[in-house]
């Protein structure tokens, strides 16, 4: 028999039911009401309708089982270390979003209250991240920094337009451009492709630190640039892009040309780091260049998934071809966002966290994100077999060898929490058939979710492991994680065979620990065969 290169799983399954299915029962067969069978319902032994609905429904307690196990073969959200998105809140948040989840943020007459709310929270971001005037900075919460970038590049966009029609110049040709790293996170380079907009992609490398360099990005810079995109905290290493040596260019080249280009911080998640862990760093509206600043509250704001923030200085940078006057339900509001309905429990939820925690909650959090990502980032040097692509143990302005030992976070070289790694040159040396993607296979079999994956183009030669250091990463869960790559890369060593990877598959779990039994082996009565695991 040949086995096919393609098997239909589905119609498989269809095959392989019972041949009684649908016929009339014999009569000794007994059918069992739904209303004693609850688990499932029909559904424990009829296929649930994958590409249409149902002509009959079930019980909304079936509806919740049959869900809540099919959504189990995902991985652990607490195990997820590939991910910034923040995971854990607490119950009383959890109570707050439950009771306002129906709530949207669009029906300012029927929730005042919530629009209250989400006014202080523009006002509070606006103040931590030192605008003229918190009164006179405007901004609107977001889906997350996807939507907020992409209103940041049009706000650029349109006063760039309007800037060339006073001058008397065409806004076709040749057209708008904009300027960002190539290590840019992927909706920075929608916001050019969405809007027409000429995206000019400055190449990144080792001398760069993988980010992007001031200097080489006014090679791209010209007349018809909107403005810079500048990354606070890369989404490949976690490195800051130096915001104030990229304003200090610009306004030099504006003194010789008289250009006038606008930066756009992307801080989706450093905006939520910078202020409280390196409060002196100048990346925000201290730079008079910085027109507008984005966030995410979903990940080191600290709130679940589906809020991000976007904060211009003033009302000059925001155009009022973006400004909505909507006359709706009841009262006259304005709007500037791409999205019109949305969930005001997120809005309320970052509030809770901004109430709760205060500048020294969040400084307590992000200082301790960085301990445990530098623990994590010295043990794998240490080990031998790993070198670290993020800086964040090392010494101010250090990229290369060793970390530091300090107690003050302001010798740290400045960067989010994120841990990026690959084999060291010796290991490769010495081990050239061992493939580092085989470490992401072994550690998502015991669990952990840590991604390999090429840096951006350039150095897409080059991939690296990434561990992000959330605030439920505790140190306990490093300890494990830690052990768990040493003895995997030792294994991966040991083992002499093209089948490394499969052939390391769930042996020696835990070896770092201490035995679970006080007995050697030997000292148990010989064996006689009968199958020994526990029922």
Known sequence: MVLSKHVDADKVIRESHDRHRGKVKAATEIKVPSSISTY?????????????????????????QLIHDELNLDGSSLLNFASFVHTWMPPQADKLMQVNMNKNLIDADEYPSTQVIHTRCISILAALW????????????????SEAVQLGGLAMKKLWQEKRKAAGKSIHEPGPNIVMGANAQVALEKFARYFDVECRLVPVDENTHYRLDPKRAMDFVDENTIGVYVILGSTYTGHYEPVKEMSDLLDEYEKKTGHSVPIHVDGASGAFVAPFVTPDLVWDFRLPRVVSINTSGHKFGLSYVGVGWIVWRDKAHLPKDLIFELHYLGSVEYSFSLNFSRPAAPIIAQYFNLLHL????????????????????????????????????????????????????????????????HFSDAFKQKHPEIKQKWIQTLLRAKGWIVPNYELPPTVDNIDILRVVVRENVTEILLDKLIADIITLTEELIAVDSPAHALSTLGQNRDKHEVPHSKFEEGAGSEYNGTFSRPC
Do not use: W
């Open 358 to 421: 205060g500048f020294e909650g969040y400084r307590a959090v992000g200082l301790s994100d960085m301990q445990n990502a530098r623990l994590l980032s010295r043990a794998l040097e240490k080990s031998g077999f790993y070198e670290v692509v993020s800086d964040i143990h090392r010494a101010v302005g250090t990229h290369t060898g060793p970390g530091i030992d300090s107690d003050r976070i302001e010798d740290y070289e400045p960067g989010l929490p994120v841990v990026a790694f």
């Open 40 to 64: 499932g319902e029909r559904y424990a032994t009829q296929p649930i309708p994958k590409y249409h609905i149902a002509s009959k429904g079930i019980s909304a307690d079936a509806a919740y």
């Open 130 to 145: 030192n605008a003229p005037s918190a009164r006179e900075a405007v901004g609107t919460a977001t889906t997350g920094s």
